[in-house]
Structures are given as C-alpha cells and as structure tokens.
C-alpha cells in the first residue's frame, strides 16, 4: 500500500528489490535474447555489443529521491518507489555507426511499449555546450500486440534500453570520469569541449569512410565483369587509382566474385591478399588478375581435386586457387605467391602431367 512514509517505502522497496533480484536477472537475459533476434531480423548492420545490468538497489534510491520524492511530498501523493523506476533492468545497445541508432530504435519501437524517450543527441546538438555524451534512452516495456516477442520469455518488468554509436559509447567512458565538471576553470572547460568536438567528428568521420567504401564498392561491381575491364594500350596511367585499371581490393572482389559465386571473401582477408600482390607487382592491373583466372583457372582446378584427393583433411580455398593462378600466369614475378613447399609440389604435378600427356600424344 502506497504512502508519504519514505523510511517505510524505502524499507518496501529493498524487500521488493530482494525477492526480485534472481527474476530481474532472468528477465534481463531474455530481453537481451529477443534484442539480439530483433535486430539480427531487421538487418541493420553490425552492432557491436548489446549488453545489461541490474541497477543497484542504492542508486534506485537515490534517483527516487533526485527525481520524484519532493514532487510526490509536496502534491501529498502517496507512493510505492518500485512504481517509478523503469530503469531497474538496463540494456546497452553499441552500433558501429551514429545513423544505425535511429533504425535499432525504430526497429525496437515497433516490438515493446514506449514510455518515455530520452534524446540526448538532440539535447547536445541544440545547445552550444559539449558536455556529456549523446546517445538514445528509451524506456520500454513489453507489447502485448507484439508477434515477435513470446510473453512467456519475459515478465511485465520495464527496462531501460541505450542505443550508441561506438564513438559515443566510448565517450560516455571518458566522460564520467571527468571530475567536477561544473566547477572547472574555463580553460579546462574549452579543452573538454574540443575533445569532444574531435569524438564528434570521429563518429561523422567514420560513418561517411563507410559510405565512400560502399560507393567504391557499387562503382567496382556496377558492370558485368567483361564490360568492366578496359584495354590496356600500353600508354603510362597517372591515375590508376581513379579508373580502377590497377588492382584494388574493390575490383578484386568483383572479379573473384564473378569466378566463385558461392564463396565469401571476408574484407580483411581480401585487403591483405592484394597487398601481397602488388608487394609483389605494384603495377598489376585488373586485367591481368581476370587474363589469369581465364587462362588457368581450369589448370588449377584439376590440381586442386588430384590435391584434396591425395590430402583429404586439407583444404584448398579459392585464396589458394588465385594464388596457383598467378603463379601460373607470371612464374618469375609471383614465385613466391606460392611458400616453398606447395610450389614444389604443384610443379611436380605439372611436369606429371606434361609427361603423361606427350605420351598419350606417342601412342
């Protein structure tokens, strides 16, 4: 029963926190489950953690008491604290990227009940201080209308949910433990604000070197492979880069893309594998990685099937299959694209095979 007795309520309210710490747990691990399906169904790119806690009971009452306790007094409102605290169970959502904030919280919005949003981005940006850390606060609770969410996974328990970006997230760290904030000379002040002005700007900064890698990507993979690749007449090119002629890891992928559908290069993978190339010919070009994949593709292929033949518990990614290419289309100038030891053995194969067929070609 509800009343203005704080001690009373205080002591209810520790009762209460007690006997429902084990289902607050239970519940905030389900509800990080179903955030977690939510967000893997709605495609919304990477997100880099999603994690929660329960909030100590002390600092439940604390915020009570910051919050609501004088208003409640002075209104003579009688008043239970558990019934203002939506933020006993707290989740934190890190995206990679600022723009991924507003797709998770929408996506979030259309599967729990919205009571109250808090949008300290918005709250940042429309004033000239540069204090505290932006990010999205929503309080949220379960919808019942939901088809996603199975209400027997989760109780009647509201939660609050953080969306940042990873920058964001990485400045609220910093930002807490900057001491007596308020109380700082100016000079200490503007320093804090240009080191936030520069996580502003790292945030902004990496989302459009994303969006620039993208563009690159779709201007690399917007032809089919064989209109994509100009002749080359010899003449020396000043912009390489610009046109795409010399090999990048853009038109890398679309090439190898076009020869082997059904594998997944991985964007690291594929950034050291071109270096390894152009450590080795700086001035490859496109052309020629397309001109060796057409030329020994076939060659290599039947090598690889004699190879796992004879080594069933090895493999032979098309990593390794690019790599017998080009040592087939330049010997002298990819010898080396090849260890010691799988080139000896592929040379071997070769002049097997060369002997077997000249003595078919005898008989």
Not at 90 to 108: F, H, M, N
Not at 245 to 269: C, P, S, W
């Amino acid at each position: 029963m509800a009343s203005l007795d704080f001690e009373l309520e205080k002591k209810l309210f520790r009762d209460f926190y007690i006997r429902h710490h084990s289902d607050l747990t239970t519940t905030k691990d389900k509800y990080i489950n179903t955030i977690e399906l939510l967000i893997r169904q709605s495609d919304l790119g990477e997100v880099t953690k999603i994690e929660g806690r329960i909030k100590d009971q002390d600092e439940c009452i604390k915020k009570f008491q910051r919050k609501y306790q004088g208003r409640l007094e002075t209104a003579c409102q009688p008043y239970a604290i558990k019934d203002y605290l939506s933020d006993l169970i707290g989740i934190r959502i890190v995206c990679l990227y600022e723009d991924q904030i507003a797709l998770v919280s929408k996506a979030l919005k259309e599967h729990f009940k919205i009571i109250d949003v808090t949008d300290k981005i918005a709250a940042i940006e429309g004033t000239e201080d540069l204090f505290g850390y932006k990010g999205l606060h929503m309080d949220l609770a379960p919808d019942t209308k939901s088809k996603t969410i199975n209400r027997e996974d989760i109780s009647s328990f509201p939660f609050e949910v953080q969306i940042r970006s990873l920058i964001q997230d990485t400045w609220s760290v910093l930002d807490h433990k900057i001491k007596y904030k308020k109380s700082i000379p100016n000079n200490l002040k503007r320093r804090i604000n240009v080191l936030s002005a520069l996580f502003e700007l790292a945030d902004r900064e990496f989302k459009e070197i994303r969006n620039a890698t993208s563009e690159l990507i779709e201007a690399a993979t917007a032809l089919p492979v064989s209109d994509s690749l100009s002749i080359d007449d010899g003449t020396e090119d000043t912009q390489t880069d610009a046109n795409g002629r010399t090999m990048n890891a853009f038109n890398f992928l679309r090439i190898v893309g076009h020869f082997f559908r059904d594998f997944e290069f991985q964007d690291y993978k594929v950034d050291n594998f071109v270096q390894d190339i152009l450590s080795l010919d700086q001035h490859f070009k496109r052309s020629d990685l397309h001109q060796s994949l057409v030329n020994h593709l076939k060659t290599v292929k039947e090598y690889r099937n004699f190879f796992i033949t004879a080594n069933p518990d090895s493999t032979f990614s098309p990593y390794t299959v690019v790599r017998h290419c080009l040592y087939l289309h330049d010997r002298r100038t990819f010898e080396h694209i090849l260890s010691q030891g799988p080139r000896e053995r592929f040379n071997k194969w070769l002049r097997t095979r060369e002997q077997d067929r000249n003595t078919d070609e005898e008989k």
